[in-house]
């Protein structure tokens, strides 16, 4: 019986380890660079894209009803902070098999009649999202100039309706570290659609 | 009497739909007792979250003389509550229990349903006194939610 017990805390203890490993980065962590097709079909690399400070990680979709919602405010956030040095880079995590609204031909309409001047890159091998472990859009990771992730999480406090906003969570995270501090809060919890992940 | 007989034929929509925020939903989550709670949190345009409505549609009928007890909180926008919500509970003709429920930010709240919770739907709190669990994601099948119900009722 002891044994049994023995055998059971390491069962679980390897199961939370796994599920560690399943998170993806933690702040501090350093991002692996990738490259993505944007709906221009021009390839985006992280490390060639990034401003002076850094860059806004936002994992959207065309289809999510919260990530539709969002679409104005990363626009904003896009010209804003662009100039300071930390353009946003949207990536499409979802596979269109499951959520045919979130095809490459859709993203380029999406983005075309929206007039977004972000790139929007298309996750199509879904192996960029769960290595930031993005489980959900929208989902935002705020990576610095050395590559290091400083903020995850939501854009702001108010997912359905932009006039209710009181913290805009990017804005303070990118103000931080311009000041050299870290981002308070450094992670928040956002409401979001799961991503649309192939079934193995 | 119209009213009543077109009630009874799910012609009506739920007029009597309880909008929940945290403060009035949170004590629910709290119950610790012989029940198996299991709180679905969801949305009408959630693909994979309408997908397995029938699973706790099933579980609500074919368990509905052991203690186990389904809540289907809905997280459709609240300006989509009359428009969306509403018309689809009718026409869904669901029998669980349906609220809708809004919190500004989900930074108050998610947190306090389960720290496991990344925030994305479908997700699903399941509970009998102390033995809690949060699943995230769609279950893959209507058994793989009953063995959890099964599991709970066996304790």
Redesign the interface.
Known sequence: MKYLTLATLLLVGLMSLTIAEDLGYQIGDTVDDFTLTGVDDKAITLSDYMGEGGAVVIFTCNTC?WAV?YEDRIQELHTSLAEKGWPVLAINPNDPE??PGDSFAAMQTRAADKAFTFPYVFDDKQEVFPAFGA??TPHVFVVDKDMQLRYA??ID?????AD?V?INYIEAAVAAIAKGENPD?AT?????????AKRG | MLFLLLSALGLVAQEDLVVHDFASLGPYLEQENDTVYVVNFWATWCKPCVEELPYFESLTEEYSDLPVKVLLVSLDFKTQIESKLKPFIAEQKLTSEVVAFYERNPNDWIDKVDPAWSGAIPATLIWRKQDKQLIEGQFASYNELKEIINSLLNT
């Open positions: 009803p919602g499951i959520k489980t959900k999480g939501g406090d108010s997912p359905q309706s209710d009181q809060p928040t919890k956002a409401i979001g659609c799961g991503i649309k």
